[in-house]
């Protein structure tokens, strides 16, 4: 059964980055792409982004300046890196797996996160 | 939020609730839609996708459609272990990226 487990600094500073990493543990990383969403204490679900497993990323335009992400499939981990972090940036924040699907002869896209990591709260404090 | 969701929603055991979800032209009205179920302290999990498909082991009590630029969520049957709050999300063109509802808090009465 495939399981994915967020890691990384329950506390940063503000103006510091916060970096995180998702294991995935069994399975294929191949087929899917590899997200990380946010969501505010008592507030609703933020995409920040995806990276596929050849490196490259599709980050949310509004956290882009700050954002970088990164995939090591050898070590079947994926790692999100946000700097210059304010107390906006205090969220629960999630790793999933999504299925990212075009079929361009029928104009016909699916893109949706079918498992999820349980999460991990972060919270930007001095 | 992009998408347009009722805060909350409540029903009896048994009675059937319906969550709504709007959005335009350049979300819904151009792509499919999924929706998450979140138990209180709980990561969301995937409960409808591409409008109206059901993942393995989600129950047959939930289903959902796509009408035009707006798609609904019903729970037929409703059961207490259905408290929890539900999210709509499709692509957003203008946005380039996926685009979530405010999310429904479903009380079960």
């Known amino acids: 059964q495939v399981h994915l487990q967020e890691s990384g600094p329950g506390l940063v500073k503000p103006s510091g980055t916060l970096s995180l990493t998702c294991t995935v543990s069994?399975?294929?990383?191949?087929?899917?792409?590899w997200t990380w969403i946010r969501q505010p204490p008592g507030m609703g679900l933020e995409w920040i982004g995806h990276?596929?497993?050849?490196?490259?990323?599709r980050n949310s335009p509004s956290l882009e300046s700050r954002l970088s992400m990164s995939m090591d499939t050898s070590k079947k981990q994926f790692s999100l890196k946000l700097n210059s972090v304010t107390a906006a940036d205090t969220a629960v924040y999630y790793c999933?797996?999504?299925?990212?699907?075009?079929?361009?002869?029928?104009?016909?896209?699916?893109?949706?996160?079918?498992?999820w990591g349980q999460g991990t709260l972060v919270t930007v404090s001095s | 939020s992009v998408l347009t969701q009722p805060p909350s929603a409540s029903g009896t055991p048994g009675q059937r609730v319906t969550i709504s979800c709007s959005g335009s032209?350049?979300?819904?009205?151009?792509?499919?839609v999924h929706w998450y179920q979140q138990p209180p302290g709980a990561a969301p999990k995937l409960l409808i996708y591409?409008?109206?498909q059901r993942p393995s082991g989600v129950p047959d009590r939930f289903s959902a459609s796509k009408p035009g630029t707006s798609a609904s969520l019903a729970i037929s049957g409703l059961q207490s272990e259905d408290e929890a709050d539900y999210y709509c999300?499709?692509?957003?063109?203008?946005?380039?990226?996926?685009?979530f509802g405010g999310g429904t808090k479903v009380t079960v009465l």
């Open positions: 990276v596929s497993t050849d490196g490259k990323s």
């Open positions: 999933a797996r999504t299925f990212d699907y075009y079929d361009a002869p029928h104009n016909f896209f699916l893109y949706y996160f079918d498992l």
């Open positions: 591409s409008n109206d």
């Open positions: 069994d399975g294929s990383l191949s087929k899917y792409v």
């Open positions: 999300a499709t692509w957003d063109n203008s946005l380039g990226g996926p685009v």
């Open positions: 032209t350049s979300n819904i009205g151009s792509h499919t």
